[in-house]
């Protein structure tokens, strides 16, 4: 019998609607995000700055969490923002955030994560478009990802949003060389910036 060809991403029609079962049947090298149903073409692989500041921030976090009941995972790493008992064909919304923190262990499976992480930090490259994080930053304060950090590698600043008691975020103020970045979620965690950043940039 004739094998069918493999699916091309230029077979999905972004104008429809998908699940979390759709993405599950993709297999094409491209990555893919859904955010409430529709399709998010992830920019071209992040360049060596973004690479570097990823794997600094995972280290940071991996040595802080160590015998501690938090995890930390990098991208790519599927989150469903989800009720845990949803079905596949339910779930329409799934993101991979560059570092994911999550402290209730029971959001993990083999897949991933289903719910919400306590931190999400996402690092912007030039290509991210503005829509993507609108509507990112939606998803994150409805779904109540308690913190969201935003990371600029070519300005070398921080901005923290911290979900209010009326679910809303608060922006910090703009962080960058010689500021420190703490956290409520984590106790007696720093992360120095101006080290962070000249790491990076080694």
């Known amino acids: 019998m004739n094998k069918l060809p493999a699916m091309q991403l230029s077979d999905l ?3 429809k609607t998908y699940t979390y079962a759709d993405y599950l049947q993709w ?3 491209d990555r893919l995000e859904i955010l409430k149903g529709k399709l998010f073409k992830m920019t071209p ?6 690479q570097r500041l990823s794997g600094i921030l995972f280290k940071k976090f991996s040595i802080f969490l160590e015998r501690k009941p938090c995890h930390v995972y990098s991208a790519p790493f599927d989150v469903r923002f989800s009720r845990k008992n949803a079905s596949d064909e339910t779930i329409t919304t799934v993101l991979q955030p560059d570092i994911s923190v999550i402290c209730d262990l029971s959001k993990l499976d083999d897949r991933g994560c289903i719910g919400t ?3 999400v930090v996402e690092i912007l490259s030039p290509g991210n478009n503005k829509k993507e994080l609108r509507n990112k930053y939606e998803i994150y304060e409805e779904a109540g990802v308690q913190e969201y950090w935003i990371v600029w590698p070519v300005s070398q600043s921080f901005l923290k949003y911290t979900l209010n008691e009326a679910g809303k975020y608060i922006p910090s103020k703009v962080l960058t060389s010689g500021d420190e970045v703490t956290t409520p979620v984590l106790p007696g965690f720093v992360l120095n910036l101006e ?3 000249e790491e990076a940039s080694l």
């Open 13 to 15: 029609d972004f104008d």
């Open 27 to 29: 297999t094409f090298e």
């Open 45 to 50: 692989a992040p360049g060596r700055f973004h």
């Open 117 to 119: 992480p306590d931190i």
């Open 195 to 197: 080290e962070v950043f």
